[in-house]
């Protein structure tokens, strides 16, 4: 079993910058793709950013390409998605997933789910 820890929430005025952590635990990983997705209420689930952790390639939602920046710690194994400019319409639920068995930004491709951290962008 695969366990995703996320960290790194909060409530932030429109404008500033947050960063989300997922540290990954448990057997390891079939894919070295790992994903953000967030969820707004009354929305369906949408994908955010994604990176390869052996190669370093990265995939961006068009709504966030810009202004967030997903990046990892291989040493740390650690993904982090460093979000700056965030607007009140960045306000979701943000969780991060792993083992992707299809597309990056599709969400029924991925098997693994954190728990998922609030972000919350009001003044």
């Known amino acids: 079993q695969v366990q995703l820890v996320e960290s790194g929430g909060g409530l932030v005025q429109p404008g500033g910058s947050l960063r989300l952590s997922c540290a990954p635990s448990g057997r390891t990983l079939s894919s070295e793709i790992m994903g953000w997705f967030r969820q707004a209420p009354g929305k369906e689930r949408e994908f955010v950013s994604a990176?390869?952790?052996?190669?370093?390639?990265?995939y961006y939602a068009d709504s966030v390409k810009g202004r967030f920046t997903i990046s990892r710690h291989n040493a740390k194994n650690t993904v982090y998605l460093q979000m700056n400019s965030l607007k009140p319409e960045d306000t979701a639920v943000y969780y991060c997933a792993a083992d992707p068995r299809g597309p990056v930004a599709d969400v029924d491709s991925y098997d693994y789910w954190g728990q998922g951290t609030q972000v919350t962008v009001s003044s």
């Open positions: 990176i390869n952790w052996s190669d370093g390639n990265t």
